[in-house]
């Protein structure tokens, strides 16, 4: 399973907001990320957080993102977390291979045409409402068979505008409109996402949810329950993971790795 490491250039991400809003300081740390790593880089300057406004001009986030992606582009793998097409089409043109879109192609009616021109990936994200409402009062019937729907249309619709099958991601979204129970449910049901026969991202780095579970453990707090949540998607057929704590993730995935292609044979003994 890969690893995506998160390069936020904002300066109100939930959990590390404003720490790398510099430029350079960015650079440096997606850098540290590869060393750690980090099989992509995906960097963003609008934050999706629970009631996040949005970036309002586009100016702002493309004088964020921009000479980062230039700066990382050599280094990894770049993925580009933006929701404006303009702002993909421009990281693309510096250097960025995929484009994760929050909004799985609905924010602006061109983010499509300029993924299949460009013959970028393109991750497609579950989230109930917007970054602003959708922790408000979300509600499913079913919410692994709503998301799943929701994400067979939008594959659909995303291949009919030229997007090749085989550069589509999908992710159901932990966090983005979902109580605790919900991203527990979707958690276990990765296997379900994964038997669509598309690549699968899962993002629970640091959420909620995972709070919730720990007695209310702040952001800096959370590493065991992302472990806990990667772990659980790998063995549920996720491709990727979306982290902040690369390092730890990656050691964890190669030990979990190593454990499951075990052969089995006589024991050895070690001195």
Known sequence: MKVMGIVNVTPDSFSDGGEFFDH???IEH??????EGADVLDIGGESTRPGADEVPLLEEELRRVIPVVEGLSGAARVSIDTTKSEVARQAIAAGAAIVNDVTALRGDPEMAGVCAGAGVEVVLMHMLGSPRTMQDDPRYDDVVAEVSEFLAVQTGLAEAAGIPRERIWIDPGIGFGKTVEHNLRLLNATDRFARMNLPVLVGASRKRFIGEL?????????L????AACLAAMEGGASMVRVHDVAPVVQAIRVASGIESAAEGPETSRR
């Open 30 to 35: 997606g850098l540290q990320l590869v060393r």
């Open 24 to 26: 350079e300081k960015a």
């Open 214 to 222: 720990s007695g209310g453990a702040p952001e800096s707090e959370r």
């Open 224 to 227: 065991g329950g992302t472990i």
